[in-house]
């Protein structure tokens, strides 16, 4: 268990902490539309090429849909590619969700994820829960790595969250699965924990 003695804000990454992750799958789809070096593109907590360029908010959604056809030569729709990079999630746990509901009545919430524009269309629309509710209705604002230009575990990206949000550090627990990116948050002073694979966050606050 954690002491949240003294924690008024809560940060919480996305994918691996809120929604469970499969490369595995989002690899295979990206092979089947025609990406075969998807395997060695596609990370978990990082991506290469232009998919990285994709999360550092460095392409477009539709310049990326372009040079993944350019690069791959292949006349894939968007709608394919839409369905490939959603392959890195897993089925939302309606559970999960609503309890940020109940933290929401005790700390602010955050979110800082590596991320990009097709998959938080996809959260940020009522689709994204059963509820019928959009991701961002659960928080008091959301940081992503796309709109930012900088990625985790670049000290940057940290930076930016905290001087908009105000927030303090020390006052601030951040939960991430990646441990490069809870290494960075230690070393600015935010109270960490990093769940591993397949861990339902939830039981911190138990």
């Given at each position: 268990m954690?002491n949240?003695?003294?924690?008024?804000?809560?940060v919480?990454?996305?994918?691996?902490?809120?929604?469970d992750i499969?490369r595995?799958q989002a690899?295979?789809r990206?092979?089947?539309?025609g990406?075969?070096?998807?395997?060695?593109?596609?990370?978990?907590?990082?991506?290469?090429?232009?998919?990285?360029?994709?999360?550092?908010?460095k392409l477009?959604?539709?310049?990326?849909?372009?040079?993944?056809?350019?690069?791959?030569?292949?006349?894939m729709t968007?709608?394919?590619i839409?369905?490939a990079w959603?392959?890195f999630?897993?089925?939302?746990?309606?559970?999960?969700?609503?309890?940020?509901?109940?933290?929401?009545?005790?700390?602010?919430?955050?979110?800082?994820?590596?991320?990009?524009?097709?998959?938080?269309?996809?959260?940020?629309?009522p689709?994204?829960?059963?509820?019928?509710k959009p991701l961002?209705?659960?928080?008091?604002?959301l940081?992503f790595s796309?709109?930012?230009?900088?990625?985790?575990?670049e000290?940057?990206?940290?930076?930016?969250?905290?001087?908009?949000?105000g927030?303090?550090?020390?006052?601030?627990?951040?939960?991430?699965?990646?441990k490069a990116?809870?290494?960075?948050?230690a070393?600015?002073?935010?109270?960490?924990?990093?769940p591993v694979?397949?861990?339902?966050?939830?039981?911190i606050?138990?």
């Open positions: 954690i949240l003695n003294g924690i008024k804000n809560i919480f990454d996305f994918g691996g902490v809120l929604v499969s595995e690899v295979r990206f092979q089947e539309i990406v075969k070096n998807a395997d060695n593109i596609l990370g978990i907590y990082k991506q290469e090429g232009i998919f990285l360029a994709l999360e550092e908010g477009s959604r539709e310049d990326f849909y372009k040079e993944l056809r350019k690069l791959t030569g292949e006349n968007d709608e394919e839409d369905y959603l392959g999630m897993l089925p939302v746990q309606q559970e999960r969700i609503d309890f940020l509901t109940k933290l929401k009545k005790k700390y602010r919430l955050f979110l800082l994820s590596n991320t990009n524009p097709i998959i938080m269309s996809w959260a940020n629309s689709g994204f829960t059963s509820a019928g961002e209705d659960y928080f008091d604002k940081y796309y709109q930012l230009g900088v990625i985790k575990p000290k940057l990206i940290f930076e930016k969250m905290i001087q908009d949000s927030i303090n550090p020390s006052e601030t627990l951040f939960i991430d699965d990646g990116n809870v290494d960075m948050g070393s600015l002073g935010f109270k960490t924990y990093q694979e397949g861990e339902d966050y939830r039981f606050f138990m």
